[in-house]
């Protein structure tokens, strides 16, 4: 054999083709999920993208309806490691269009429940020779429509529960029904983090953290209003701040008809110099709280992970319509009166251990569990094929209702004029904008003015 020459490269020394980049899509219909579904896409492919390891590329799609987030709400949302050139917006059919064309490895359904259980069956319906690896599950705490929203959550390859609580949960519901359980997979929230909570001399702040929809009364919102308010004039070296989701014609994940802003321009006395309204993220907002006070926000087991005094409200009682019975045991609960006084709750540390908070420094660990199984799955190459536990025959009353309001039929297929052609040209392109923002605004506009309206005339 020749020797070889100086020039010739010894293919034991060749660098290796570099591995394509793993290809993500996140699917969201709020500010609040798309925030959820960028961040647990970060979390489940953590490190896969460093030491020369694989690349990852996300790509956030928007899902067209009521509650789509504007500019100004993704930028309120905070880092999440996608850039905004990759974020657009998509009806049901262009989502199912994009999985069929572009290639994505792993989707995240960033969904409410009925959203999932439709992308699942149009998922199913595009019979892929390859299909994505599918993950979902909850933004926050899961109060309320426990059974239905994971029965449509069903059908998934992971479904993420925030803590061991909702994990045990989440099992029981599948296995109770007869469905299978083994895509339930414990986690954490993946917006926790920050630094651990440090008072520091001279700063004195409150932090109430409002809901759009709890409570959804105009009463119990200008009691909870007024008390914030009160509470600021009784310390009126205390910085009291009203933290909200949205501007009055913003929807979030959840409709707000009675904005706090507009109530406290109507609140009698007007509003003492030590309180103030803020937006922002609300990692920033933790990062100068003293005291986190709410009915039963999300912001809640933020304020914990970071060991924020935290406090739960009763003053309107402990019921499952306003969500604070999930802190039953937390230690947590109180009422503005005892507040005003000076009491700050200690949370239950056993309590704290079950809800997914990582308050004692393990949540560097909370998502290894969910990052294998994902990566189990993207190893197998041809997955099985989605089965969701609703189908037309054990929901035929209930299923296409649900596929129709997403323009899917019962098998999953778009509708017909479903699947619109795209625009040509930019006239046309934003004369559908106009309208299309123009109707939302005027949904945004009857649900916050004419539907309150309405109701009231109706208990006369």
Do not use: C
């Not at 390859?157 to 299978?180: I, K, Q, T, W």
């Not at 306003?322 to 045991?329: C, I, M, P, S």
């Amino acid at each position: 054999m020749p020797p070889r020459t100086s020039h010739e490269a010894d293919p034991a020394e060749a660098p290796a083709a570099p591995r394509p980049a793993l290809r993500i899509a996140v699917l969201a219909d709020s500010d609040t999920r798309w925030k959820w579904g960028a961040l647990t896409a970060r979390r489940l492919t953590a490190g896969t993208d460093g030491s020369g390891a694989r690349p990852v590329e996300v790509s956030g799609l928007l899902l067209r309806g009521r509650a789509t987030p504007t500019p100004r709400q993704l930028a309120e949302v905070g880092e999440v490691g996608i850039d905004a050139e990759r974020v657009r917006e998509v009806t049901a059919v262009e989502f199912l269009h994009a999985v069929r064309d572009e290639g994505f490895d792993l989707v995240v359904l960033a969904l409410v429940g009925g959203g999932v259980q439709a992308m699942l069956h149009g998922l199913a319906a595009l019979d892929l020779a390859r299909r994505p690896v599918i993950v979902t599950g909850y933004v926050g705490v899961v109060y309320e429509k426990l059974t239905d929203g994971l029965l449509l959550r069903h059908g998934a390859d992971v479904v993420l529960a925030n803590s061991r609580h909702d994990a045990e949960r989440f099992r029981a519901v599948y296995e109770g029904v007869g469905a299978d359980a083994s895509a339930v997979t414990e986690a954490a929230l993946p917006f926790l983090g920050g630094a651990p909570y440090r008072p520091e001399e001279g700063r004195d702040t409150v932090v109430f953290a409002a809901q759009p929809s709890v409570p959804a009364s105009r009463a119990d919102r200008t009691y909870l209003l007024r008390r914030l308010v009160e509470h600021a004039r009784l310390h009126p070296r205390r910085e009291v701040l009203l933290k909200l989701r949205s501007k009055p014609g913003e929807h979030t994940t959840h409709i707000e008809e009675l904005p706090y802003q507009r109530l406290a321009q109507r609140l009698p006395g007007g509003l003492p110099p030590n309180f103030r309204l803020v937006y922002g993220h609300m990692g920033e907002v933790l990062d100068r709280t003293d005291l986190l006070v709410t009915v039963s926000s999300t912001a809640a087991l933020e304020s914990l992970h970071r060991r924020i005094p935290t406090a739960i409200l009763t003053d309107l009682g402990v019921r499952e319509p306003l969500g604070n019975h999930h802190f039953v045991g937390s230690g947590l609960l109180t009422s503005w009166d005892r507040l005003d006084g000076g009491f700050r709750p200690r949370p239950d540390g056993q309590w704290l251990a079950g809800q997914g908070v990582a308050a004692d420094g393990s949540y560097g660990t909370a998502y290894d569990s969910a990052r294998a199984k994902v990566a189990a799955l993207l190893g197998e190459g041809q997955l099985p094929p989605l089965a969701p536990y609703y189908t037309p025959a054990t929901a035929p009353g209930y299923l296409p209702g649900i596929l129709a309001r997403h323009h899917l039929a019962p098998d999953g297929t778009p509708l017909p004029g479903a699947a619109a052609p795209r625009e040509s040209g930019r006239v046309r392109g934003a004369v559908r904008e106009t309208v299309r923002n123009a109707a939302r605004g005027a949904y945004r506009h009857g649900v916050q003015r004419v539907a309150p309206v309405i109701r009231r005339m109706g208990d006369l």
